[in-house]
C-alpha cells in the first residue's frame, strides 16, 4: 500500500548511477544511518506519486553515503532514471524511541567547557545540510544557524534538555 505523500520524510538523495546492474549512490543525512535497510521500503516519487522499492543490498561507502541496489531497479538505463531523486522512508517507520529532531527546540546548548552558547530555537531541514537555529545568549538578535553533524553535535541530555557541542572556529563571530 502506498503512503500519502504527507507522511514520508526525505532522508537520503539519490547521486549517481553505480555499476551496470541497477546500483546506486545516495547520500543521507547522518541521522538516518539506522533507517536506511533491507527491511523497510524506501520511497522514490514518479509522476509526484511516492512508489516503494524494497533494497536488496547496502555498501557502505564513507561516512554518509551508501550503495543501494533497489529490487526491480536491475539496470543502468533504470538506475540512471532515478539519479537526482529523493529517497524518503514513512514517518511511522522511524525508531518510536528516537526524538526527532524538532524535539531538541527548547535545549540548551552548551560547549564542552559548559559555557552556553544558547538555545535551540528552530530546526531546518536543508536538503544534505539539516540545521539547528540557535538563539544566542551573548547576542541580542539574529539567529546562529548550527550544522546537526556529528563532529559537531557531541551529545546530549534529556534529563537536563542540554545539548553539547563542538563549535568550529570563527562560527560565533558571525
Not at 536488496?56 to 561507502?61: D, G, N
Not at 536538503?127 to 539567529?143: A, L, Q
Request: aromatic share 8%.
Amino acid at each position: 500500500m502506498l503512503a500519502p505523500a504527507n507522511q514520508l520524510l526525505p532522508i537520503a538523495k539519490v547521486i549517481k548511477s553505480f555499476g551496470t546492474k541497477g546500483e546506486v549512490l545516495i547520500r543521507y543525512a547522518p541521522s538516518f544511518q539506522e533507517d536506511i535497510n533491507e527491511k523497510k521500503p524506501v520511497f522514490i516519487t514518479f509522476d509526484e506519486l511516492p512508489v516503494p522499492f524494497f533494497i536488496e543490498t547496502i555498501t557502505p561507502r564513507g561516512a554518509s553515503q551508501v550503495v543501494i541496489k533497489l529490487k526491480g531497479v536491475d539496470n543502468i538505463e533504470l538506475a540512471d532514471e532515478i539519479t537526482g531523486q529523493v529517497v524518503m522512508i514513512e514517518y511511522g517507520s522511524l525508531e518510536p524511541d528516537e526524538p526527532s529532531l524538532t524535539d531538541y527546540i527548547g535545549f540548551k546548548v552548551e560547549d564542552s567547557t559548559g559555557t552556553t552558547i544558547g538555545t535551540v530555537s528552530n530546526f531546518y531541514d536543508y536538503p544534505n545540510n539539516p540545521c539547528f537555529g540557535i538563539t544566542r545568549e551573548d547576542k541580542n538578535s539574529g539567529e546562529l544557524l548550527l550544522p546537526v553533524h556529528e563532529h559537531i553535535i557531541l551529545g546530549s541530555d534529556s534529563t537536563s534538555s542540554t545539548i553539547i557541542v563542538n563549535i568550529p572556529n570563527g562560527l560565533l563571530d558571525i
